[in-house]
């Protein structure tokens, strides 16, 4: 197994990186669980795993994992991740190559127990993200692009990667007896007002002008079948959780909420399809329609906007709920959506405004029956 040498001197005895990329820079805080047996997944409890497993091992079985979701499968593809770089002046650290006419690293600084903060920091902003009821014994090791922490949580292996637009930290669960649910304690001294829930299940990290600056994603979970399960994020005051409220059918299982600097433009909605579309002033509107990412292909309740040059997703404070097969027109300064199919392939009949702010549902005397791949 190769380790990663260490000092005493530096950040708190651990490791600090350097990530910088042209457009938004993500930290993925990625939970894989790890099957015990083919790729294609172990029906109900996996066997046991063996004791003595290299680091090596342990990341092979992340690319593998990731290959079920095509989003993290070309995220995590070998051409993608930067490997870790000594930096100069800098005694026991480590960081990522920085790409040519960036200016503005994102830095992360990892710690040598699993049970430490990781610090992100851009410039004057600053964010910790605290494990709680992480296994103070896991140690930072390294496998080529991969920084790994053995056994983070019962049967759950840690794991950090980088590229040149992101920042991903993983978990590994190696079978049943890992957590269903993470939690992190956030601490952003100086900036932070608050972490709020979104509409579409994300998460925000609001500063005291009440302006979003940190993104969590609302998290994706599928399992060893390619089956997507249901998977929230949970906010109860400074506690960010991950929490599966679906068991899988078949290990491994994967779920991959996402932090990003919102304010970054070189971003793109997901892949996906049966999405509708209508202009509004100068922009272009994009919502819902369905992953594509996935087998079970699940309904989208995201909002983008295009502006002629880049895409920029919305994070209004209200939405409606994820749909495909809706429509969408424009009346004067607003958007109307109509109906569509939402999730459990419901037939909706419900009506919303988009004032290029907010989501306002309407409920007009008369309303059209439900519907799905009508027009508008």
């Not at 669960?173 to 957590?179: I, Q, T, Y």
């Not at 940190?214 to 997507?228: K, Q, Y």
């Not at 996935?294 to 994820?322: K, V, Y």
Request: glycine letters at 10%; proline letters at 6%.
């Amino acid at each position: 197994m190769r380790q990663m040498s260490r000092q005493r001197r530096g950040w708190r005895g651990g490791v600090r990186w350097a990530v910088a990329g042209a457009g938004a820079l993500t930290l993925s805080l990625a939970l894989v669980a790890a099957a015990c047996g083919e790729a294609g997944g172990v029906r109900g409890p996996s066997t046991a795993v063996a004791t003595a497993v290299t680091a090596e091992a342990r990341a092979r079985a992340v690319e593998v994992l990731a290959g079920k979701h095509l989003e993290l499968a070309q995220r995590l593809s070998t051409g993608r991740l930067v490997p870790w770089q000594a930096a100069p002046g800098g005694e026991g650290a480590t960081s990522l190559a920085l790409p040519a006419g960036f200016t503005q690293p994102l830095s992360v600084a990892l710690p040598a127990s699993g049970a430490g903060a990781v610090e992100v920091a851009l410039g004057a902003v600053k964010v910790t993200l605290r494990p709680v009821g992480a296994d103070a014994s896991s140690k930072l090791e390294r496998s080529g692009t991969y920084a790994v922490y053995a056994n983070q949580y019962p049967a759950t292996d840690g794991f950090v990667v980088g590229g040149s637009d992101f920042v991903e930290a993983l978990w590994l669960l190696k079978d049943e007896a890992g957590p269903r649910r993470f939690e992190w304690e956030v601490d952003a001294p100086g900036w932070m007002k608050r972490l709020r829930l979104d509409a579409d299940g994300g998460a925000s990290l609001l500063n005291q002008q009440d302006a979003v600056v940190l993104r969590v994603r609302p998290p994706v979970a599928v399992d060893g079948e390619g089956r997507r399960l249901d998977c929230r994020l949970e906010v109860t005051g400074t506690r960010l959780a991950v929490a599966l409220r679906e068991e899988p059918r078949a290990y491994p299982v994967l779920v991959d909420p996402v932090v990003e600097l919102p304010g970054w433009n070189n971003m793109a909605p997901s892949v996906r399809q049966f999405h509708a579309m209508a202009t509004l002033g100068t922009k272009v509107v994009l919502f819902g329609g369905k992953d594509t990412n996935s087998t079970s292909s699940n309904p989208l309740s995201d909002t983008w906007e295009w502006d002629g040059t880049n895409w920029i997703q919305r994070f209004p404070a209200t939405n409606p709920p994820a749909r495909a097969y809706h429509a969408m027109a424009t009346l004067g300064a607003k958007v109307v959506l109509f109906g569509g199919r939402g999730t459990s392939n419901t037939l909706l009949s419900d009506t919303w405004e988009w004032d290029g702010t907010n989501w306002t549902q309407r409920s007009p005397a008369t309303s059209p029956p439900a519907r799905h791949l009508h027009a508008m």
